[in-house]
T-cell receptor, first 116, second 111 residues
Framework: DAGVIQSPRHEVTEMGQEVTLRCKPI?????LFWYRQTMMRGLELLIY????????DSGMPEDRFSAKMPNASFSTLKIQPSEPRDSAVYFC??????????????FGEGSRLTVL | KNEVEQSPQNLTAQEGEFITINCSYS?????LHWLQQHPGGGIVSLFM???GKKKHGRLIATINIQEKHSSLHITASHPRDSAVYIC?????????????FGTGTSLTVIP
């Protein structure tokens, strides 16, 4: 298995631009998590999905952030408009089996976002 | 208050030393996870445990459910062990798994 795949690995954009980060979870995993990591705050959960349904989005900073999971193999995290304070590494992680028992958490390699 | 507390925040050791990183948590958990993040790198899972002890090479993870405490030990430390070690706990609700993370312990092993 290729693991959790994120794209892009690096993105530099200007303030006000739209940013879309993508994630492909491990096949068969039915829980997907989006995290943001900064030096100041460490890892923060933004949102997580179970069986493609958003369960908890209380970590989403504000309305500029949105996430979708149209099917079991793909999720996006969108920031519109982006601001310099959004600069961080965004991690996607997936886990299985979900509702039955706790599964091991697998992370993608992260998308490093720099907003100028 | 953080659900997961780690100590120490930073740790510097000489090559060959025995290292211990501690993790305490305040919520009921399904499992505890130790993760490793190398500088500029991704995050990998080292251990997932819900009781007792697990060993993988020079790494040992223990958990005491009653005391809500876990330790990660590294024997015969090596410079390549230099990384951030993150403790995380998972809880299970009727909507699925939720994970809480410690802020990490930055380990530097000097040759």
């Amino acid at each position: 298995d290729a693991g959790v795949i994120q794209s892009p690995r690096h993105e530099v954009t200007e303030m006000g631009q739209e940013v879309t980060l993508r994630c492909k979870p491990i096949s068969g995993h039915n829980s997907l998590f989006w995290y943001r990591q900064t030096m100041m705050r460490g890892l923060e959960l933004l949102i997580y999905f179970n069986n493609n349904v958003p369960i908890d989005d209380s970590g989403m900073p504000e309305d500029r952030f949105s996430a979708k999971m149209p099917n079991a193999s793909f999720s996006t995290l969108k920031i519109q408009p982006s601001e310099p304070r959004d600069s961080a590494v965004y991690f996607c992680a997936s886990s299985s089996p979900g509702l039955a028992i706790t599964g091991e958490l697998f992370f993608g390699e992260g998308s490093r976002l720099t907003v100028l | 208050k953080n659900e997961v507390e780690q100590s120490p925040q930073n740790l510097t050791a000489q090559e060959g030393e025995f290292i211990t990183i501690n993790c305490s948590y305040s919520v009921g958990i399904s499992a505890l996870h130790w993760l490793q993040q190398h500088p500029g790198g991704g995050i990998v899972s080292l251990f997932m445990l819900s009781s007792g002890k697990k060993k993988h090479g020079r790494l040992i993870a223990t958990i005491n459910i009653q005391e809500k405490h876990s330790s990660l030990h590294i024997t015969a430390s090596h410079p390549r062990d230099s990384a951030v070690y993150i403790c995380a706990v998972s809880t299970l609700s009727n909507t699925g798994n939720q994970f809480y993370f410690g802020t990490g312990t930055s380990l530097t092993v000097i040759p």
